[in-house]
């Protein structure tokens, strides 16, 4: 049986990035308030460009969860594409945002981005040590 043989880390795991996709399709709702949006490589959107690539990037998540869950080999690959990708990104938005006013957003800001990076590289890491028992 697939969910005995996924265990209980890849199944949190595979219901954490359901719970992003979720967040991502309705992003462009705005109902984490005015200023938010998918950043996508650094930028953050608004307006059409929102409403099109939440939800995309909201079904390329809901697929790897579904890899994941399902312990499908794809789900290694697409895990450590994903992971490259949120570190790029991570990087290019502080690169290209000045740091937030106050000493509670920087802190924010701090540990967002390495939970990002922990949950994203760590996810690939625990499928891949789990090679031999993706289909």
């Not at 969910?3 to 595979?14: H, K, M, P, Q, V």
């Not at 650094?42 to 969860?65: C, E, H, K, Q």
């Not at 990104?89 to 945002?97: G, I, P």
Request: net charge positive; no cysteine; charged share 15%.
């Amino acid at each position: 049986m697939a969910e005995s043989r996924r265990g209980a880390i890849l199944t949190t795991l595979a219901i954490l990035f359901v719970l992003l996709a979720i967040e991502d399709v309705l992003k462009p709702l705005g109902l984490e308030g005015p200023t938010t949006g998918l950043v996508f490589f650094g930028t953050r959107l608004s307006g059409m460009a929102d409403a099109v690539l939440g939800p995309l990037v909201g079904l390329f998540l809901l697929i790897y969860a579904i890899g994941i869950w399902r312990l499908r080999r794809y789900a290694m690959y697409v895990g450590f594409g994903y992971a490259i990708y949120v570190t790029i990104n991570l990087a290019l938005f502080s690169m290209t945002y000045p740091p937030p006013p106050s000493r509670g957003e920087q802190i924010f800001g701090i540990v967002y981005s390495i939970l990002a990076l922990l949950f994203t590289w760590s996810t690939a890491v625990v499928l891949s040590r789990h090679r031999a028992e993706l289909s």
